[in-house]
Each structure stands twice: as structure tokens, then as C-alpha cells.
């Protein structure tokens, strides 16, 4: 299993940036890809952004392409998620998923082959 700490989130004004990471720990914390998915109230759980544990694979969602940027952090198993030029629309729960035991270039958009979550970072954007 792989424990999974989101950190970094918080309020920030439109046009503002964030940047949330992940530390993933535990004895099968190597080999993993990590995503990042969002959930609004009222609103299902939606794909943001996702790496490859060898980094060379990336997917964004529309919605963040261009303003967001995953990648992987200076800390081992750490991942980050740079978010720039903020709209009140990206106001959600972020939370981190991971899978372990991956090919290298592996990584998803669905979030149901992710088996480990974080508890969330709260980000609120206000107009």
C-alpha cells in the first residue's frame, strides 16, 4: 500500500498561482504513477493531471492545459502540481491518487486504476 499526503493548497485570488505536492511513503512507494483529480461540491470527481513514475509520460485535462503543470518534485516520491493563472471554476478538493508496480511509461486519466488516495487539499479561488 502507499501512504499519500497532499500538501499546498489554500485561498488565492483569480490569476493567482499554487502549487500542491504529494509525498508518497510506504514499502511499495517506488515504481508508481501518480494523478492528480479534483472534486467540487455538487460536482463528481474529475481528472486534472497525471505523471508517469519515469516522468516521461503526461496527461492534462483540458480544463488545465496550459496553467498546470505536473511534475516530479526535488524530494524522492514527491510529485507536485504547479497551478497557474487560477479561475474561480478550478475551486475544489485536489486530491492524489497513485498506483504502484507500473511499467515506466504507464499513467492514467481514470480514476479507477488509481488504488491509493490522500485525503485532499482544500483550494479555493475567489473572483
Known amino acids: 500500500q502507499v501512504q499519500l499526503v497532499e500538501s499546498g493548497g489554500g485561498l488565492v485570488q483569480a490569476g493567482g498561482s499554487l502549487r500542491l505536492s504529494c509525498a508518497a511513503s510506504?514499502?511499495?512507494?517506488?515504481?508508481?504513477?501518480v494523478g492528480w483529480f479534483r472534486q467540487a461540491p455538487g460536482k463528481e470527481r474529475e481528472f486534472v493531471a497525471t505523471?508517469?513514475?519515469?516522468?516521461?509520460?503526461?496527461y492534462y485535462a483540458d480544463s488545465v492545459k496550459g496553467r498546470f503543470t505536473i511534475s516530479s518534485g526535488n524530494a524522492p516520491n514527491t510529485v507536485n502540481l504547479q497551478m497557474n493563472s487560477l479561475k474561480p471554476d478550478d475551486t475544489a478538493v485536489y486530491y492524489c491518487?497513485?498506483?504502484?508496480?507500473?511499467?515506466?511509461?504507464?499513467?492514467?486519466?481514470?480514476?479507477?486504476?488509481?488504488?491509493?488516495w490522500g485525503q485532499g487539499t482544500q483550494v479555493t479561488v475567489s473572483s
Open positions: 505523471i508517469s513514475w519515469s516522468g516521461g509520460t503526461k
Open positions: 510506504g514499502r511499495s512507494s517506488s515504481n508508481v504513477a
Open positions: 491518487a497513485a498506483r504502484k508496480n507500473v511499467l515506466a511509461g504507464w499513467t492514467s486519466r481514470d480514476s479507477n486504476d488509481f488504488g491509493s
